[in-house]
């Protein structure tokens, strides 16, 4: 598990957009899984200045979104449909048929999650996994006591979040009381995850998904299973972080291995 400690929320997005674009170039036809939330968005704005002034190519990439209230119209302002599109898709060469967002009105929402799980698989799986974290160390819509094996599916969300979510939506009311997300195993299926927090009203989850106990009771804890795994911090949600110097440490003594053998 790499962490990276960098000074703002600024740095974060153009740090996650580096590794991002570094994969695109890599690999066109790469497969991005992509988070909304108010964490991710300078990244996205990165991204789209990658795109109109160095000509990051999108167009063989596919992207996979991992959630969405229910029930919403993609339409509605507040749909992780219209954040994808208005934020990202809109401003880059990206075949929208190739960016997957799961369908807020789906009349059936538990067929509907399995075809979302096999448009994953028929594309190769999820390359490169963007991840935000909530206040109370969800993933996705993956709410405390989520299944680590849980797939695709309809979930219902805890007080706390729609609360936490209240503040883009008119009135508390108005938030949907469902959402439809990716499972925690969808999620560690992903080649290689990216989680960004900023600000310390993260600095607790943060600290329990990286130095805490593996529980579902914090679903960001099972990052710790998967094999590739970078959080991306700034200074407030890197606070309570108690291995902070040793993290630091890894790093600086990894690049200079890095350097001593290029
Ligand atoms: C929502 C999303 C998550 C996101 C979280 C944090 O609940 N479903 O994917 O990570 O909020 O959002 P923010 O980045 O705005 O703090």
């Not at 200045?49 to 507040?78: A, W």
């Not at 067929?111 to 974290?133: F, H, N, S, T, V």
């Not at 008119?170 to 990716?182: I, Q």
């Amino acid at each position: 598990m790499e962490v990276i400690v960098l000074k703002d929320a600024e740095s974060v997005g153009k740090e996650a957009a580096r590794m991002i674009a570094e994969l695109i170039r890599r690999k066109p036809n790469a497969v991005l899984g992509l988070a909304t939330g108010s964490t991710p968005e300078p990244c996205y704005a990165e991204l789209v200045r990658m795109h109109k002034e160095e000509g990051l190519d999108f167009s063989q990439v596919t992207t996979f979104n991992l959630d969405e209230y229910y029930p919403i119209d993609p339409r509605h302002e507040q749909s992780y449909r219209y954040y994808m599109d208005t934020k990202l898709f809109n401003h880059i060469n990206i075949n929208k048929a190739n960016t997957y967002v799961p369908y807020g009105l789906a009349p059936d929402p538990d067929e509907y999650c399995c075809w979302y799980e096999e448009q994953i698989k028929r594309a190769g799986g999820i390359d490169l996994q963007i991840l935000g974290i909530g206040h109370n160390g969800h993933i996705a819509f993956n709410e405390p006591g989520s299944s680590f094996a849980s797939r695709t599916r309809l979930i219902v969300l805890t007080a706390e979040t729609i609360k936490a979510n209240s503040r883009f939506f008119e009135r508390e009311e108005d938030v949907p009381r469902y959402a439809l997300t990716m499972g925690m195993g969808t999620i560690l299926e992903a080649r290689k995850i990216v989680l960004l927090a900023t600000g310390e009203g993260k600095a607790d989850a943060v600290a329990a998904a990286i130095e805490g106990p593996i529980t579902t009771m914090c679903p960001a804890s099972a990052l710790q299973l998967h094999p590739d795994v970078t959080f991306i911090l700034d200074e407030g949600a890197a606070s309570k972080l108690k291995r902070r110097d040793y993290y630091e440490h890894c790093r600086k003594l990894l690049s200079e291995l890095k350097m001593k053998r290029a």
